[in-house]
């Protein structure tokens, strides 16, 4: 029985994804993990920590909370509008093995929210503004082999006028604290291909590929390699590169030769010509594993693996072509939070969050309003989800040359980062929904990108018409400027569904209505709400997406796809496709079936009801198929094709009513058909007695890790003697737990439509966990992992 909860496409590329996740997009033997053994102390009165004692080798810190990246500075409640901000201090002993001597010595800190200051044995090793890219700095000087060293990390992430964006209190979302992401601490021979955010070198560093050519009859794949030779002699240097495909080496170069003399660098460039490439794509997303290898006089000394993806994207005109086929980008805006652990999620649960824009329909995720995690960008190359990559903006721009220069900072940085992920369509090098941004400063970042990513394949992006290759506009500022893009340039729907039928001045005569009339129409809208306001949120997500279809742009991305937190709100921002715990809305139906049925989506029908008494009569039904049957009781109601009308015309799928008299309690069924076979169906029962809580994780295709600090939600579904879940229900719920294993909810538990979410945090599988639910009226469930 397919249920409210989560439908799990069976997608191919799934478990391609899966192994893939196994590689590093820039993996190399000699990078490894460094996020264990931190101890975490936050300044709170009248905590003071003494910047001298701390950095001292024999400071005591064993009263301060022993933690593990990813991690943030607070727990914060649900909903959240008085965030944590101040001064957070991280410090961790480390032991060199002896055999690093040698060596160049590398620490990555994915992310550190938001200033950042780090010391490593006593010496102030780097300072960094920004909270959403890497912070990147060699210790080689500095590190000790015979003693243990130490390295400390103060962050601050109070409101920042260098950074942006505009304080919290004014601010949308939230910005949560923290080293949020994974460390890597990296050790190099002196000959060694080099980190292109350490070398800050323009359109160079580390290993760049570029594909000026392909087809499905043959691919160029440009290599460039920036080697670097720290001895006090020259080296003879080959380097040689492997491009592997199911563990098959399908293309080898030639040893390219080459002298570097002492503290000498390099840029060697080759390409390899590729027939019959497998391209990637939204719908195949294939991908290759390229391994550099470097040689010092015949000897392997550096060898890294960069997973890429062969296409080519173009504009013609307006439109937009991904390997010489047009193509409608169908997308999605993404906030990257979870509730109570903010940005400090497990590399899992970013997977997990892909595969489910993925499984919703979506080929296309605009990152909002920052970078996200490099554990994502993975997941969307995997998946197939072309990204439009952002630098961090919203609603603010300061004139002062130290904010000006971390954007273009910020924004070499990004290209830097993520230029050999297959997924990056364009760079949105702009500072969202600003308007009192100069032309020459939007023209400079876009010349930026452009620098950083020469050739034919580099788009900007951004959110004022002139300055960048792509002009992004939210359906609500289109209907207020009647403005439907510029013709001459491509044009994408940042933002659509949810500010034009929420807002008093939107264009859409909000303004005449009453308040809670506004409110109940809007697309904001909980699932505790009720069936008959999320209906509106999806007939609100069906009109503004037939609508895009009339304008002139290539893609749309709906705002949003998870409910958020505001930074300056009391209440959370409810237009989610999916609730803050990723539980889907009926609107999430609505886009999955408007997805043809192929071998990466199966047919799909969705019985947008709970269908209890006070269920609306007029049943919607979401289905890709070509007819539905309705049954009620086993009795045939109706069977209907989908009809356009004036919201629907533009689509392939629009979703079928059925007009019921009268609610007869029972079981609705609902059957798709192709070419008069039934290919699928759904079935809604009438809830009702509750009787026990089912217990079930959010693996969506990705086992729960016990090494990774993986954050799952634990769903509390109350159900009747049939398995519906019973969506009055709205009590509160009690969990305990057995094993490495903990809770993040800092609040109580309550039922909403009848589940409860539960946030873990699994630390190890070294012994069994057990998880119990139970309610205050004697219900209970269990759920059991094995070691």
Known sequence: ?????????????????IFMMTLQQTFAADKVNFNDNWKF???????????????????????????????????????????????????????????????????????????????????????????????????????????????????????????????????????YGGLYRNAWLISKNKVHITHPILEN???????????????????????????????????????????VRNNKVIKKSKASKLTLAKG???????????????????????????????????????QEETTIGIRRMEFKGTKFFMNGEEQFMRGVNRHQEYPYVGYALSDNAQVRDAIKIKNAGFDFVRLSHYPHSPSFMHACDSLGLVVLDAILGWQYYNETEAFRNQMFNASRDLVRRDRNHACVMAWEVSLNETKNMPLEFREKLSAIAHEEYPGDQCFTAGWMAEGWDIFLQARQHK???????????????????????????????????????????????????????????AYNVQEAFNDNKTTSAFADSYWVMYDYTRGYHKDLELSGLMDIYRIPKFAYYFYQSQRPVSEQYPAMVKLATYWQEDSPLDLKVYSNCEEVALYLNDQLIETKKPTKDKISEHLEFPPITFNLKQFTAGTLKAVGKINGKVVTEDMVRTPGKAVKIEVALDKSGVEVSGNQNDIVFVYLKVVDANGTVVEKFNEKMDVQLTGDIELMNNQEIKAEAGIGTAVIRVNSLDKNIDIKATSKNGLEGTLQLLK
């Open 479 to 537: 209907i207020m400027h009647k403005d439907t893009g510029i013709t001459e340039k491509p044009y994408a729907v940042s933002e659509y569904g949810d500010w034009e039928y929420y807002s008093n001045n939107a264009g859409l005569n909000q303004d005449k209505m009453p308040k809670s009339e506004r409110y109940e129409t809007s697309s904001r809208q909980a699932r505790a709400f009720g069936e008959a306001r999320l209906l509106n949120q």
């Open 201 to 243: 070198k323009v359109a160079g560093g580390g290993i760049f590929v570029t594909y000026p050519e392909a087809s499905k009859e043959k691919a160029v794949v440009n290599i460039k390699t920036h080697i670097r030779n720290a001895n006090d002699r020259s080296s003879d240097v080959k380097v040689v590169h492997e491009l």
């Open 264 to 302: 000498q660098d390099q840029t060697n460039e080759v390409s390899l010509e590729i027939k019959k490439p497998l391209l990637w794509s939204v719908d195949s997303p294939n991908l290759y594993k390229l391994v550099t290898k470097i040689y010092d006089k015949n000897q392997l000394v550096d």
């Open 41 to 175: 102390q936050r300044e709170i009165s009248p905590v003071s920590i003494n910047e001298t004692e701390v950095l001292k080798a024999n400071f005591d810190d064993s009263k301060w909370e022993s933690v593990k990246l990813p991690h943030t500075t607070n727990i914060e409640p649900l909903p959240v509008n008085d965030q944590w901000q101040g001064i957070a201090w991280y410090r961790k002993q480390f032991q060199l093995d002896k055999t690093l001597t040698d060596k160049k010595i590398i620490i990555e800190l994915e992310a550190a929210m938001n200033y950042s200051q780090v010391w490593v044995n006593g010496q102030l090793i780097k300072e960094h503004q920004g909270g959403y890219l890497p912070v990147v700095f060699d210790i080689t000087s500095v590190a000790k082999f015979d003693a243990p060293n130490t390295i400390v990390v103060r962050l601050d992430n109070t409101d920042n006028e260098v950074t942006g964006p505009k304080p919290l209190k004014r601010l949308d979302f939230n910005m």
């Open 1 to 17: 029985m397919k249920t409210l909860f989560m439908r799990i496409f069976k997608i191919n590329f799934i478990i391609q994804f």
